[in-house]
């Protein structure tokens, strides 16, 4: 049987084919789920309907996570068509362009606000929102970066927003936890994939292109690989895993190859 045969899943963060939420919808179907996508604005709809009717799911609701009552309009939504859920992505990260280059000195206030809003506070407002329309062992992932461990050149704001999404997974996994229903919260933290999110970033190119030489697999990271390690994480597979980031980086924040001249 597949990893996720009965379960219903909601996919918030497609942006297109190249988002890592689309590398998780598409290993969730493989995996037998059924699935609901939310997007965050109009203009994208055009875009994520095709994806979404592909995976046979006609459940596409608009969601801008820095408002409220688009959240709560989201879920009444979710509980009308599906009744209950058992998996909610949230694949969603926003900084100002201003904030990904030159120095994290120069953050302004709005830009830290802005950043903090719509990349760390909207999975606990999502967590909130969908907790009373789980099913007993469910699960919530985000995603994150290892730039919230380290000072990743450029990534600035989004570092000091990844810190506190990861904090903010070890909350709800004791929150939720704590309900009889024992649901999870994980984050899969992944190595830098060409995505629109990732354009933003000063220098993201480089950092790409460097990263298959300086991984300890060598190799760089697929949206298919992101989506079979949530699969898992999300699945009863994983019904002992909460509160942890789970690096998908082809073991870069382990360690450093050897260079291909130190003989061994
Ligand atoms: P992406 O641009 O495809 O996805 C980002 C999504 O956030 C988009 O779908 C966008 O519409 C959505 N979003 C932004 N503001 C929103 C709002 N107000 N309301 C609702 N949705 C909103 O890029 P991605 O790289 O797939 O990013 C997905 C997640 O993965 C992000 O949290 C990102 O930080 C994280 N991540 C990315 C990488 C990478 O290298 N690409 C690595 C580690 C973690």
């Not at 704590?178 to 649901?183: G, K, L, N």
Request: a neutral charge; aromatic letters at 8%; one cysteine or more.
């Amino acid at each position: 049987m597949a990893l996720l045969t009965g379960k219903t899943a909601l996919i918030f963060g497609v942006a297109n084919d190249h988002s890592i939420a689309w590398g998780i919808a598409k290993a969730f179907h493989r995996e037998g789920a059924t699935l609901g996508f939310s997007y965050a604005g109009e203009k994208l709809e055009r875009r994520v309907r095709p994806l979404a009717e592909s995976l046979g799911s006609d459940w596409i609701e608009p969601c801008d996570v820095s408002k409220d009552e688009d959240i709560a309009r989201v879920m009444e939504k979710a509980q009308a068509r599906f009744g209950a859920i058992d998996i909610l992505v949230h694949s969603i990260a926003f900084a100002n362009r201003d904030d990904l280059s030159g120095p994290y000195l120069n953050v302004t206030r709005q830009g830290f606000m802005t950043a903090m809003d719509i990349s760390v506070y909207s999975f606990t407002a999502l967590a909130r929102a969908v907790a009373p329309l789980m099913r007993p062992n469910g699960a919530l992932l985000t995603l994150t970066y290892i730039g919230s461990q380290r000072a990743v050149p450029h990534y600035n704001v989004m570092g000091v927003a990844k810190a506190a999404l990861e904090a903010s997974v070890r909350y709800l996994a004791a929150d939720l936890g704590a309900d009889e229903r024992r649901i999870r919260v994980n984050a899969i933290s992944a190595g830098p994939i060409r995505t629109l999110a990732v354009a933003g970033i000063a220098g993201s190119r480089a950092l790409i292109s460097e990263f298959s030489k300086i991984s300890l697999l060598r190799r760089n990271i697929t949206i298919e690989d992101v989506g079979n390690a949530a699969a898992y994480l999300c699945s009863d597979l994983a019904a002992g895993v909460t509160g942890e980031v789970h690096y998908v980086d082809a073991g870069f924040n382990v360690g450093f190859p050897l260079s291909d001249d130190a003989g061994g």
